[in-house]
């Protein structure tokens, strides 16, 4: 296992999991699960990905936080346009979806692309 074998510190190492890439948030839940269970602690926890949803699980999980680099996964990378950052702390919003729908450069982008297959 790669807490056994990696050289991984607990209390100090992050733990950097794509929840989407880990079979979605259950998979995302077992990885934590288990791990917690050989004594890390959730602060060890930090969602790859970059956007909304990673922030949610961090808020519902209460972890320690999440990767984010916004000039990466263009247009889909990054926060919504109406985030704010205050000492390295990102409120998530009250919204619904993953993020998409707060980057107005995004919205944009996507209603060229249904145009044709929903006109008017």
């Not at 880990?22 to 930090?46: D, H, M, N, S």
């Amino acid at each position: 296992m790669l807490d056994r074998h990696g050289g991984l510190r607990r209390g100090r190492d992050i733990l950097l999991f794509d929840p989407v890439h880990c079979y979605g948030l259950p998979g995302y839940l077992q990885i934590v699960e288990l791990l917690e269970k050989r004594g890390w602690p959730r602060t060890a926890f930090w969602p790859h990905g970059g956007h909304l949803f990673c922030r949610h699980v961090v808020a519902a999980l209460r972890l320690g936080g999440a990767e984010v680099n916004p000039l990466c996964f263009q247009p889909f990378g990054g926060y919504g346009d109406d985030t704010i950052i205050s000492e390295g702390v990102a409120i998530p919003p009250q919204i619904p979806g993953i993020g998409f729908e707060a980057r107005q450069d995004l919205r944009d982008l996507l209603a060229t692309l249904l145009e044709p297959a929903f006109p008017g």
